[in-house]
Structure formats: C-alpha cells, structure tokens
C-alpha cells in the first residue's frame, strides 16, 4: 500500500502528511517475561494434577500461583519509587498487593498458605492434607486464568469474563479466604 508503513507489530500505519509515521495505536503486547511465567505457572499445574502425595501437589501449586503473580509483576513492573525501597525484601505477594490491588483477595490467600507450603516442603507429616493440596490446586488453576484475562485486558486484546476472586466463582467458593488459607 503505497504512502504506509510497517509500524510496532507488523501493522500498516498511514504516514500523516508531514512525513512523520503515524503513532502506532495498537496496545502493547503481553512481555515475553510475563508469557513464560505464565507457561511455567501452566507446567506446573499439570505437574501439581499428576504429582500423588499432597505435599507435592500443595508444593506445586503455591509454586503456579507464584509463577502467575511473576508474570503480573513482570507485566505491570514493581510499585516501589526508590531504589532503596526496592532493595527490600519483601515477597512476591506484598508486592502483587501493591502492583495490582485487584489481584489483593488472591495476593492474601496465597501468602497465608506459604507457611504451609514450607512445611510441606521440609516434609512435616500432617502438615498437609489432601483436601487442601486439592483446594489449593483448583484455586490456583482458577488465578492462572485470572492472571491471562488481566493481562490480556492490559494489553487491549479482546477477552471472555471469569473469576474475579479465588474460589470457584469467587473467593474460596463465593466466601473470602480466611488468614489460615482455609475456606470460611
């Protein structure tokens, strides 16, 4: 097409007629940092689905629902306005709050259970049971998917409706997670 140009993603774009390239107006696409902590978050869900003890399954979920949050973190950038404050140690849930208050009900719920994945980690007998590795798998399947609309809606893409809150449907099943990790 005579008098365009290819501008960002391959799109055409009409030169205006000072010669200067038009802005490009296309949203700005999903980083590839943010697209392979999404696909890791994916690799181990379906690691979580067939791992057999529920120490390993909680241990693989918790460790989904951090790659999820990376990939907002890495989407949106961190909060913090000076150097020193992000020198600070702080986890990737304290931030997530921050980054993407939206995201804050889930931020809560996964920082409650990172107690508990610690001990399941070190293998404490009884720290986990089946139901709550099963819990935690479904509810970080379900901020997987959360996590794909938000940026997706970032970035200006078309996108589909879903849970805004953990638990199917909603928090916990419609209910807030309580500070232990566990549904009300």
């Given at each position: 097409?005579r008098g365009s140009r290819r501008v960002g993603r391959g799109q055409p774009s009409r030169r205006p007629a000072g010669g200067c390239p038009?802005?490009?107006?296309?949203?700005?696409?999903?980083?590839?940092?943010?697209?392979?902590?999404?696909?890791?978050?994916?690799?181990?869900?379906?690691?979580?689905?067939?791992?057999?003890?529920?120490?390993?399954?909680?241990?693989?979920?918790?460790?989904?629902?951090?790659?999820?949050?990376?990939?907002?973190?890495?989407?949106?950038?961190?909060?913090?306005?000076?150097?020193?404050?992000?020198?600070?140690?702080?986890?990737?849930?304290?931030?997530?709050?921050?980054?993407?208050?939206?995201?804050?009900?889930?931020?809560?719920?996964?920082?409650?259970?990172?107690?508990?994945?610690?001990?399941?980690?070190?293998?404490?007998?009884?720290?986990?049971?089946?139901?709550?590795?099963?819990?935690?798998?479904?509810?970080?399947?379900?901020?997987?998917?959360?996590?794909?609309?938000?940026?997706?809606?970032?970035?200006?893409?078309?996108?589909?409706?879903?849970?805004?809150?953990?638990?199917?449907?909603?928090?916990?099943?419609?209910?807030?997670?309580?500070?232990?990790?566990?549904?009300?």
């Amino acid at each position: 097409m005579r008098g365009s140009r290819r501008v960002g993603r391959g799109q055409p774009s009409r030169r205006p007629a000072g010669g200067c390239p038009a802005p490009d107006t296309h949203p700005p696409a999903v980083s590839t940092a943010a697209l392979s902590q999404l696909a890791q978050a994916h690799r181990a869900l379906a690691e979580a689905a067939v791992l057999r003890t529920p120490h390993e399954r909680y241990v693989a979920a918790h460790r989904a629902a951090l790659h999820a949050a990376a990939a907002v973190l890495a989407a949106r950038g961190r909060p913090e306005a000076s150097e020193r404050a992000r020198r600070r140690i702080r986890s990737a849930w304290d931030i997530l709050r921050e980054a993407a208050p939206e995201l804050a009900e889930w931020s809560a719920y996964f920082a409650s259970g990172a107690s508990r994945r610690a001990l399941a980690e070190a293998g404490v007998h009884g720290s986990v049971s089946g139901a709550h590795a099963d819990e935690l798998l479904r509810t970080a399947q379900e901020f997987r998917l959360l996590v794909e609309r938000t940026l997706i809606i970032d970035s200006g893409l078309p996108h589909r409706r879903g849970p805004t809150r953990p638990g199917r449907g909603g928090p916990a099943g419609g209910r807030r997670p309580s500070a232990s990790g566990g549904r009300q």
